[in-house]
C-alpha cells in the first residue's frame, strides 16, 4: 500500500516553508502527501506559540487523534515547531499524549529524516536542542504554493520584544550567505512568478557578518537577476527599515510596492514597554517617506490591543494612529501572556473584556479605512498576476485582490490593468498591456 503523509501547518509563512521541508523529506523517503489525515501512515504537526489560541488548537487536533492512533498501532504522529522547542510544552506533549510517536523542536528540524527513521522502527523519539545551529544548506523543499516560491533570508530574531516568545523559540538571529540566497532564487526563475524573502526582520539582514551587508544590497542583487518575476518580503522592524531600503523598493519594478510593516501601538509609552525601539513618530515619518518615495505603495501592519498598563487613552492613539496611516488592511491581536516573555509579570494585566472591546473597535475602524483605500484605486492602474479562479482567468494584485478581465488573458502572466469597478471582495479591470522587464 502507499505510504501517505499529512503535515498540520500552525502560524506565520516561516512555518509554512518549514512545512515545504517536512515535505521534502517525506517525498524522499517515498511519502506521497494526501489531504485526508485519516489516509496517512505520518501525521505531522508544526505547531505555532504565538499566541495561548494557537496552543490550544494544536492540543485539540493531538487530542482528537487518540482513538484513530489506537485503531491504526503502526501510524507515526510527530509534533515539532515552536510550541515543542519549549521544554516546558514539549514535556507535557509527551505525557499527555504518550501516543505522539516523535517530538522536535525548531533548532532540530533538519534532524526530521533521522527521527523518521527511527520511529518507522517502532522507536518513540524525544529530541530538543538548547541552542540554535548553523543553518543548514541544501535541503529538499517541496514547494506547494504554485505562484509563490519562500526564501529564507535569515533565522531566529535578536530584537526581544516584552510580549513575544520568538526569540526564545528560534534564537539568535542567522543570516543565510548571499550566494546561497541569489544561488536558490535562480533556481526558482521561470518556475514561480513571484519570491518571497522571509526572515523574522528582514531589515537586519547581513548585520551578523559585521562587512557592510545590508538588506538593501541583498535587494539590488536580487532585483538585477534576469526574468519575469516579482519580490516580496516578510517581515519587517520598523527601527531597521532604512531609507536606503526604500529607495531600492522604489526604483526596481520587480520590487513589490505593497509593504508590511508592523507598528504593534501608537502610544509612545507602550511602545517603550513594549521595547521596539522606535517612536510614533519615527513610525509616522516611514509611513510618510514610503508614500513620498511610491505614492501607490499598499501598506499594512500589525496591532496588539491590550498590552499590559495599555489605558483608553493608550488605545486611542493607536486609533489615531490607524486614521493617519490609511492602511490598506491590518492584524489586530489582543495581547496573550507568553511564559518567559519579560510581559507575562508586568503590571497593569488587561482584561479579556477590555482586550475584546478594543480589538473590535480597532477591527471597525480599520474596515472603513479599508473599504476607502480599496475605493480609491478606481480609475488607477495596477499590475496584476493572472491565475486560474473558478475556472477562469483572472487577475491578483499585489496585495491579494481579485481582478476580474474585459479580455481573455495568459495564465501566470504579468498586466497592468486600469481599475474600472470596486466590489467588496474583487475589483474589475481593463487590460492596458502585459508587463515587460
Ligand atoms: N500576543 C499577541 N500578539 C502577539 N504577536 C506577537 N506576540 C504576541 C503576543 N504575545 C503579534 C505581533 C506580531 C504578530 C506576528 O503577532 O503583532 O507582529
Ligand atoms: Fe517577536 Fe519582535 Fe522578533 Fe518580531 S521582532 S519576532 S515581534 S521579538
Known amino acids: 500500500m502507499e505510504k501517505c503523509y499529512h503535515i498540520h501547518t500552525y ?124 543553518i543548514v544548506e541544501n535541503t529538499s523543499v517541496y514547494r506547494t504554493s504554485d505562484n509563490n516560491a519562500w526564501v529564507n533570508i535569515t533565522y531566529g530574531c535578536n530584537n526581544f520584544c516584552t510580549y513575544c516568545i520568538v526569540p526564545f523559540v528560534r534564537g539568535r538571529e542567522r543570516s543565510r550567505k548571499a550566494a546561497d540566497i541569489i544561488n536558490e532564487v535562480k533556481g526558482l526563475i521561470g518556475k514561480y512568478k513571484t519570491i ?43 527601527k531597521d527599515l532604512s531609507q536606503k531600503v526604500i529607495n531600492v523598493i522604489a526604483k526596481n519594478n520587480k520590487m513589490s510596492k505593497t509593504i508590511h510593516l508592523p507598528v504593534q501601538s501608537g502610544s509612545n509609552k507602550i511602545l517603550k514597554l513594549m521595547n521596539r ?60 501572556k507568553r511564559r518567559g516573555t519579560p510581559a507575562e509579570i508586568m503590571d497593569g494585566q488587561v482584561s479579556i473584556e477590555t482586550k475584546r472591546k478594543r480589538v473590535n473597535a480597532a477591527l471597525d475602524l480599520q474596515r472603513k479605512i479599508s473599504a476607502e483605500v480599496m475605493q480609491s484605486f478606481l480609475g488607477k492602474t495596477l499590475e496584476v498576476l493572472t491565475e486560474m479562479f473558478n475556472g477562469k482567468v483572472v487577475g491578483r494584485t499585489e496585495f491579494g485582490k481579485l481582478v476580474d478581465l474585459d479580455k481573455e488573458a495568459e495564465q501566470g502572466s504579468f498586466y497592468e490593468v486600469e481599475i474600472t469597478k470596486i466590489l467588496s471582495k474583487k475589483f474589475a479591470g481593463k487590460i492596458l498591456n502585459k508587463r515587460v522587464l
Open 196 to 238: 518571497t524573502l522571509l526572515g523574522q526582520n528582514v531589515n537586519s539582514y547581513g548585520k551578523d557578518f559585521g562587512d557592510g551587508t545590508d538588506f538593501a544590497g541583498l535587494l539590488e542583487d536580487l532585483a538585477k537577476l534576469e526574468g519575469d518575476f516579482r519580490i516580496k518580503f516578510l517581515t519587517s522592524h520598523p
Open 277 to 336: 525601539s522606535y517612536t510614533r513618530e519615527h513610525y509616522i515619518s516611514l509611513i510618510d517617506s514610503i508614500k513620498k518615495a511610491m505614492p501607490d505603495a499598499v501598506i499594512t501592519t500589525d496591532i496588539i490591543v491590550g498590552f499590559p498598563g495599555e489605558t483608553d487613552s493608550d488605545f486611542e492613539e493607536t486609533m489615531d494612529l490607524l486614521r493617519y496611516c490609511n492602511f490598506a488592511g491590518i492584524f489586530a491581536f489582543m495581547y496573550s
Open 11 to 134: 502560524g506565520c509563512q516561516m512555518n509554512v516553508h518549514e512545512s515545504e521541508k517536512l515535505a521534502g523529506v517525506l517525498n524522499k523517503l517515498g511519502y506521497t502527501e494526501t489531504p485526508d489525515e485519516k489516509q496517512a501512515s505520518v501525521i505531522v504537526f508544526n505547531t505555532c506559540c504565538i499566541r495561548e489560541s494557537a496552543e490550544q488548537h494544536v492540543y485539540g487536533n493531538i487530542g482528537a487523534l487518540k482513538q484513530h492512533k489506537k485503531q491504526n498501532p503502526e501510524l507515526i504522529i510527530a509534533v515539532c515547531g515552536c510550541m515543542s522547542q519549549q521544554k516546558a510544552t514539549a514535556d507535557n506533549i509527551k505525557a499527555k499524549y504518550p501516543f505522539v510517536n516523535i517530538v522536535f523542536g525548531t533548532h532540530n528540524i533538519h534532524m526530521f529524516e533521522e527521527y523518521l527513521k527511527e520511529a518507522e522502527k517502532e522507536k518513540h523519539v524525544f529530541a530538543l536542542w538548547e541552542k540554535e545551529q548553523e
